[in-house]
């Protein structure tokens, strides 16, 4: 059974591709992929925390940091 050629199959599709590129791709590029991988959620941890220590107001940091990483 064929899927239909939608918007939605077409942006899943690309999606797909994107992420199997840097699992099947060549050693180099899935090993710069994985470290910045790493390093960005390292970064950001360290970003978070850096904030909350801060700021004086860990509750109002906690949602902003929210807002911003659901945006």
Same mark, same amino acid.
């Given at each position: 059974?064929?899927?239909?050629? %939608?918007?939605?199959?077409? %942006?899943?599709?690309? $999606?797909?591709?994107?992420?199997?590129?840097?699992?099947?791709?060549?050693?180099?590029?899935?090993?710069?992929?994985?470290?910045?991988?790493?390093?960005?959620?390292?970064?950001?941890?360290?970003?978070?925390?850096?904030?909350?220590?801060?700021?004086?107001?860990?509750?109002?940091?906690?949602?902003?940091?929210? $807002?911003?990483?659901?945006?």
């Amino acid at each position: 059974m064929k899927f239909q050629k %939608t918007r939605l199959n077409h %942006t899943l599709g690309v $999606i797909f591709k994107y992420f199997s590129d840097s699992i099947y791709g060549p050693w180099k590029r899935r090993s710069f992929g994985l470290l910045s991988l790493l390093l960005g959620f390292y970064l950001g941890s360290n970003i978070t925390v850096y904030y909350l220590e801060k700021q004086g107001q860990r509750p109002l940091v906690v949602l902003f940091m929210l $807002i911003l990483l659901e945006i």
